[in-house]
């Protein structure tokens, strides 16, 4: 079954202790990217990737970092969360640059206290 | 730069009204492409439907149409004799073909059916 799997799917944690939400493709897809979703702004891009160890910034990639060693997976870090980070965290992916919709994951909603 | 705009943060209907939500873009490009996602409760986004910017045909989907107007930069999205499962959030969404080709979402209408 095309998937994207992203996990965990909920997670508590505490300010300032690193973490890593994963996400994995097995489309085959070269565009995978990451959004927030928080109440009254909608989902913002946070990173995003055109192909493996391509990666840029979207809208609100502070506090985050991402990697692309393969394909298929597109790990967010948060490396000192802060609670402001507390939010609902999806990825995406898309066969290429194109206009073709986006696969998304089942969400990771993230607490940090 | 690109701009999705849902006027109605919040919708609320009676089972079996007709409801549409709304959707406007700005884009400077020729080339884009628009998109609808709805959120249910679960929390998971499910794709409806993709436009091109060439093709401005109206599409109908059961219960649901979609309304692409360039002239307007409109593309609003009408659910026919809704029902209480239609009860979600519905994002609008753009993708800019002269740029990164990101995704760039409208802030959600929550459309709460009652029965």
């Known amino acids: 079954e095309a998937q994207v799997t992203q996990n965990p799917r909920y997670l508590i944690t505490v300010t300032g202790k690193k973490l890593t939400v994963t996400c994995s493709q097995n489309m085959n897809h070269e565009y995978m990217s990451w959004y927030r979703q928080d109440p009254g702004l909608g989902l913002r891009q946070i990173y995003y990737?055109?192909?493996?160890?391509?990666?840029d910034k979207g809208d609100v990639p502070e506090g985050y970092k991402v990697s692309r060693k393969e394909k298929r997976n597109f790990p967010l870090i948060l490396e000192s969360p802060s609670p402001n980070q507390t939010s609902l965290y999806f990825c995406?992916?898309?066969?290429?640059?194109?206009?073709?919709?986006?696969?998304f994951g089942q969400g990771t909603r993230l607490t940090v206290v | 730069a690109q701009k999705v705009t849902q006027a109605q943060t919040e919708i609320s209907v009676v089972e079996k009204e007709d409801v549409t939500l709304d959707c406007v873009y700005e884009t400077r490009d020729t080339t884009y492409y628009l998109f609808w996602y709805k959120q249910p409760p679960s929390g998971e986004l499910v794709f409806l439907i993709r436009?091109?910017?060439?093709?401005?045909q109206n599409e109908i989907s059961g219960r649901y149409s979609w309304n692409f107007q360039k002239s307007t930069s409109s593309f609003n999205f009408t659910i026919t004799a809704s029902q209480v499962v239609d009860s979600a959030v519905y994002f609008c969404a753009l993708i800019n073909g002269g740029s990164n080709y990101k995704l760039t979402f409208g802030k959600g209408t929550l459309l709460t059916v009652n029965p």
């Open positions: 995406a992916s898309r066969p290429h640059q194109g206009g073709t919709e986006a696969f």
């Open positions: 990737s055109m192909n493996v160890e391509v990666t």
């Open positions: 436009r091109n910017s060439f093709d401005e």
